[in-house]
């Protein structure tokens, strides 16, 4: 098992120059080839009404006046990297055009929500929406971090689910690249979450990762996992992505709405 294409999210925003030296970083470590997926339609804004539809037409223009230098800027990085890359325009809302293409890609990496330009706000869903409804893991890359030059620490936010289960298993070929590897579990309400992280270890032991694992008594799993990623150093944390309600359509759960609001590493996500 192992890395071999990458998807990335192509825009005008705050956080693109980040998640591309991010997903370079992963590209260059792994030998994975890098695609880019530029999108002309602004995400979340439906084709209805007259008013809207003229405004949509601007908001199109402006992206295709955009895209030059976005595809630059892509060009010119990958191409000093030495990594195998690629550019696509797409037509269609950028969360339906990366979605579709999820179950073709071994990772797909976008940027957490930030608060600033038109662009910014016109991505502002983004990231729960892709890590609560594609088949695949989706790398959320903190705006305004430093950016490491290898993935060297990762974390493992565990907890015996489906949806951590997921998370593991997509991010082994991450987690055989890394130096270090630490399984965390935090109390909560769950008794066995302790001996479930012990058993954790030695499952990733079989798959040739050597992971120490840390359980901790707290209450708070979110503020737990911040504060153990900063004493950690963490460069990943691996994590899975959890919604209150299987009805509600894209309703996060506690840990999952705040790992989102405020990335303390890049976010490693799979549901």
């Not at 991010?22 to 084709?47: C, D, E, M, N």
């Not at 594609?134 to 790398?139: D, E």
Request: aromatic share 6%.
């Amino acid at each position: 098992m192992s890395l071999r294409s990458i998807l990335l999210h192509a825009a005008p925003d705050s956080g693109f120059a980040d998640r591309l030296a991010f997903a370079i970083t992963l590209a260059r470590q792994s030998g994975a080839a890098l695609k880019a997926v530029y999108t002309l339609h602004p995400a979340g804004v439906p084709q209805v009404g007259r008013a809207l539809s003229i405004y949509i037409n601007e908001l199109m223009h402006e992206a295709r006046e955009k895209e030059a230098g976005i595809r630059a800027t892509f060009e010119s990085a990958t191409a000093a990297a030495g990594i195998t890359a690629s550019w696509e325009t797409a037509p269609g809302d950028v969360t339906k055009e990366l979605r579709n293409l999820v179950s073709f890609v071994d990772l797909t990496i976008v940027s957490e929500t930030t608060d600033g330009t038109v662009d910014d706000q016109l991505a502002a869903t983004l990231p729960e929406h892709l890590a609560l409804a594609c088949n695949g893991p989706v790398v959320v890359v903190p705006t305004g971090k430093k950016v490491p030059d290898r993935i060297s620490r990762v974390l493992i936010a565990w907890k015996p689910s489906r949806e951590a289960g997921h998370a593991v298993r997509f991010s082994i070929p991450l987690l055989t690249l890394a130096d270090e590897v630490e399984v965390l579990t935090v109390a909560e309400d769950m008794p066995k979450a302790s001996e479930s992280g012990d058993k954790l270890a030695a499952f990733l032991a079989t798959h040739g990762v050597k992971a120490k694992h840390i359980h901790i008594d707290a209450g708070s799993a979110s503020r737990t996992i911040t504060e153990e990623a900063a004493a950690f150093r963490a460069d990943l944390i691996v994590l899975g992505a959890y919604s209150r309600s299987r009805i509600a359509e894209m309703v996060l759960g506690g840990v999952t709405a705040s790992m989102l609001a405020k990335p303390p590493a890049a976010l490693f996500f799979a549901h």
